[in-house]
């Protein structure tokens, strides 16, 4: 089904099954006339929760900036960790297959996500050509293409997935839980299974173990204050809190990466919206 609005379409499009799970993909294209660039859009929740409803407004704000936006439906919860990452991965390369149809430019795919969704997207990113990311083929014919992209933009994401874990069970344990903790080890336990897992699908540690990886660039938009995301790991000999230890290590690898502050309560708001967007097109157009 299609929709329309004065700026831009929206199209709901099934690029993957499995079994009888069919997989959305929601489509915002500008008005104008294409080929346009694209971005891929992942949710958050904790890799439990969620779903690409949640991506509407600002895959809306990119596609009446002149970026197609897509917003992704992806396995998550108990199917487990690297469910997330192969279904993505296979989106990313599907856009680029179908390009000429869906009306974008296969050389311009950026990728960005919020919460546990940035964190996916900066893995994504990082191992695009991982064969068990890369695992399920394009049908019979299509072209070959890849999973890379050209720039990845996170909105607090959650790059450290053991050390959020970890912290969130500590507090669990103590007298005093604060409220942001919530079901959050639960949902960890639910889709990663073990730490040995929360280890290796983990952006910040598979940099400080000195793994290969892409690094496009990048742009990190953290609001404050919040203990969810913005954090010091106090197993880590770094004294810098997860946002600036990350692009530290990012920077290292030789990547680019900027990290922009806003107020909590501009969340939801253009506050936080608008770097992102002014991020793609600085990339992407």
């Known amino acids: 089904m299609a929709t329309e609005t004065l700026n831009h379409t929206t199209e709901d499009i099934e690029y993957l099954r499995h079994g009888d799970r069919s997989m959305i993909l929601r489509l915002f294209r500008p008005a104008d006339k294409g080929p346009f660039p694209v971005v891929l859009d992942l949710h958050g929740g904790a890799w439990c929760k969620g779903d690409l409803a949640e991506c509407g407004k600002r895959d809306a704000a990119l596609a009446d900036a002149g970026i197609a936006a897509a917003a992704l439906d992806f396995r998550h919860a108990g199917d487990g960790y690297p469910s997330s990452l192969i279904d993505i991965n296979y989106a990313i390369r599907y856009l680029k297959a179908n390009a000429a149809e869906l009306g974008l430019d296969p050389e311009r795919v950026g990728v960005t996500g919020q919460s546990s969704g940035g964190h996916l997207a900066m893995l994504a990113a990082m191992r695009p050509l991982d064969p068990r990311y890369a695992s399920i083929a394009l049908d019979a014919g299509a072209p070959a293409v890849d999973a890379s992209v050209r720039c990845v933009g996170m909105t607090w994401p959650v790059i450290n997935p053991l050390s ?68 010091r790991d106090t197993e880590s000999p770094v004294d810098l809190n997860e946002p600036e230890r990350f692009a530290a290590n990012y920077q290292k690898a030789g990547g680019q990466i900027e990290i922009v502050h806003i107020d909590k309560s501009g969340r939801d708001t253009h506050e936080a919206s608008d770097p992102i967007v002014a991020f793609f097109r600085k990339h992407l157009m």
Not at 202 to 212: C, D, F, Q, R, S
């Open 164 to 231: 959020r874990y970890r912290r969130a069970v500590r507090l669990t344990n103590s007298d005093d839980t604060p409220g942001w903790v919530g079901d959050i080890p639960a949902r960890h336990d639910l889709y990663w299974k073990t730490e040995e897992n929360m280890a290796e699908g983990n952006p910040m540690l598979l940099l400080e173990a000195g793994e290969v990886v892409e690094t496009p660039p990048a742009i990190w938009v953290q609001s404050q204050p919040d203990p969810v995301h913005d954090y």
